[in-house]
């Protein structure tokens, strides 16, 4: 089987870490350099072992360039990116990463056998261990009977399995996935992130780059926000909606028997800091952004205004307010 991190080892240990690190790309015209763009500046990050590591931010916002510095695909200006506490340019230390790219560029007249053979051979791994690695990768990618068939007729999903074998094969410690659902359709969507878990869980951190705010939610422990180069946010996914959870936590409750005077008497109550009323059918929808989070004491209230009470719906912050909230306050 092949074997991961050790996850109890790692506990509050830092895998990855970027200190500083910038990128600037050069502007050229009529064949001389007129000016730089700033891709990275002078970020910080730090992604501890065992986590779902989510990264976000706007199209622009310096995430590819992230990943293809860690990958080495690309020279920093400036800072340093260790793992575990080693220059990741060091010996051995590219060895320790499994990459994704968003375009996966494969040779379709190769069988998924043969296309693990041909990218083994980079990671210097003998013949036997090759073949038990890749037999095992394809199993557990759901390729096990497909292994000797043209990588041609493979599906959109099937090519993104394949890939991530490639991306396994020498047991990684850190796996680095850009847009990973980017074409796949629900059920793809919903295989590929139980099987991040289920690396995850065999102790394997992951670092995923994607704009799918909705997965990210799912499937990330820890979440990092970039926005122009800079980082804006970084902490536990739970912490970031707990603090958007207090700056606005927002309910929807259906009434009857609302009347529009009675919208100043909702909005006096001690647990209301805004509202909105909006007609739905024979009753009135009532959309609260409120102070804390006692909704039953809030029912209580509109109760005792004389309105009937259909339906209480408090709403989680999700990670899209936070995205947006962070980003806008950063232009």
Known sequence: MLRFYNREAACNNNMLELEGVSKSYPLRRWGRTISHIEALRNLELSVPAGAIFGFLGPNGAGKTTTLNCIAGLLEPDAGTITLDGEPLMGSGGRDALGFLPEQIGLHGHLTARETLAFYGGFHRLETDELESRANESLERLGLGKDGDRPVNGFSLGMRKRLALAMALLHAPRLLLLDEPTSGLDPRGVA?????????NQDGLTIFLSSHVLGEMQQLCTHVAILNRGQLVLQDEIEAVRATV???????????????????????????????????????????????????????????????????????????????????????
């Open 191 to 199: 295989a590929l992130r139980e099987l991040l878990r289920q690396l």
């Open 245 to 331: 959870r207090e700056a606005g936590l927002r309910a929807t409750l259906r009434v009857g028997g609302f009347e529009p005077e009675q919208l100043d008497d909702i909005e006096a109550l001690p647990s209301v800091h805004e509202v909105r009323a909006v007609p739905d059918g024979r009753h009135t929808r009532l959309e609260i952004r409120l102070r804390d989070d006692d909704t039953s004491a809030l029912a209580t209230a509109l109760v005792e205004l004389g309105l009937k009470l259909y339906s209480v719906e408090p709403h989680d912050p999700t990670l899209e307010e936070v995205f947006l909230a962070r980003t806008e306050a950063h232009d």
